[in-house]
């Protein structure tokens, strides 16, 4: 009777650390929260849903006289979230101006928008992204969404958009209009000196 109580008793030793493990582990690991993320060349947009946030980031039309490119994330919250980071994560050969507060407050079903500008200093392939973080006093919340970029050697972004090219050939024909104007002015005011000058050089008899 001894053994046999001994033996139980060893037995539910062993197991028990075992099946504690098992139970900690459960409680402790949360699974990898699941996305959808579509790209839509149309709209130069990257769409990523989870349980959490849907964003949108969306590429603007690069200024052809300064290379900058402006992005815009759109961030619709499925949780509310007083304390919620927004972070751009950038490859280091572009400057990048953030145009929000780091931490903002977000409410449920509500949409936010946040915007930034980069400047490429270096041609090539890059990922652009951003993330969406809501700080928890469990576990924290997020979201990201991801942008592909390639730029040429003349740091403009490929394909070309068409407003880029409407844009270029628009500050052509400021500049040309510019010259024009001037010339025009020029002419004019010469003129207007060249009838004063005669009348000065003309004797009054």
Excluded at 13 to 28: A, G, H, K, R
Excluded at 61 to 72: A, C, D, H, V, W
Excluded at 149 to 167: A, E, F, H, R
Excluded at 186 to 195: D, E, H, S, Y
Aim: aromatic share 12%.
């Amino acid at each position: 009777m001894k053994k046999i109580l001994l033996t139980l008793f060893t037995f539910t030793m062993l197991i028990s650390p075992v099946f504690s493990q098992e139970q900690l582990n459960d409680t402790s690991v949360e699974p990898v929260e699941e996305k959808t993320q579509v790209e839509d060349e149309k709209t130069n947009s990257t769409t990523s849903i989870n349980k959490y946030f849907e964003l949108e980031l969306k590429r603007g039309t690069q200024n052809p006289l300064t290379k900058t490119i402006p992005f815009t994330v759109y961030v619709t919250p499925k949780i509310n979230s007083s304390k919620t980071q927004i972070l751009w994560n950038v490859p280091a050969v572009f400057d990048v101006e953030r145009k929000h507060s780091e931490f903002v407050s977000l409410t449920k079903g509500q949409t936010y928008s946040f915007s930034a500008s980069l400047t490429p200093q270096k041609s090539g392939s890059y990922e652009v992204s951003v993330n969406v973080i809501s700080w928890q006093t469990d576990s924290n919340k997020a979201n990201s969404a991801d942008y592909k970029l390639v730029i040429d050697k003349s740091l403009t972004v490929q394909p070309v958009d068409t407003m880029y090219t409407v844009y270029i050939i628009l500050f052509i024909v400021g500049v040309i209009g510019v010259f024009v104007l001037l010339f025009f002015l020029i002419k004019k005011g010469a003129n207007v000196l060249t009838k004063k000058a005669k009348s000065w050089l003309t004797p009054p008899y």
